[in-house]
């Protein structure tokens, strides 16, 4: 799924879900438009939680999406929409596991 949207995103619920059926789930998200659209299907048990506008510093993932932008599209020029998406995908798919986890990690909010 190259794309994300609300259709995508329900489809990775339905998934998620599945993997736990009986559990209450709380997902916590950034207000992205296709999070709160009005046609997402959320299953039962699962609840979404979300962050306050502008406050990336609750979300870790968005030093990882600053790391990938510093290393693949920042200052560069690429030919073709699929040359910047093809970029993109050899630089996630190198990056080790330990790696992610240090980008992503925020003691700061456990403290």
């Not at 299953?43 to 979404?48: F, G, H, L, S, W």
């Not at 939680?49 to 502008?54: I, N, S």
Request: hydrophobic share 45%.
């Amino acid at each position: 799924m190259p794309y994300v949207n609300a259709e995508c995103l329900s489809v990775f619920l339905e998934e998620f879900h599945k993997i736990a059926p009986n559990d209450e789930i709380v997902l916590v998200m950034d207000g992205a438009a296709w999070h709160k659209a009005k046609k997402l299907r959320i299953p039962d048990k699962i609840e979404i939680v979300f962050l306050p506008p502008y406050s990336p510093e609750l979300n870790p993932v968005e030093r990882l999406w600053e790391h990938l932008k510093n290393h693949t599209i920042r200052n560069k020029i690429y030919s073709s929409l699929s040359s910047v998406m093809e970029a993109v995908a050899l630089f996630i798919n190198a990056l080790p596991s330990n790696q992610i986890k240090s980008l992503c990690s925020i003691n700061y909010l456990y403290d």
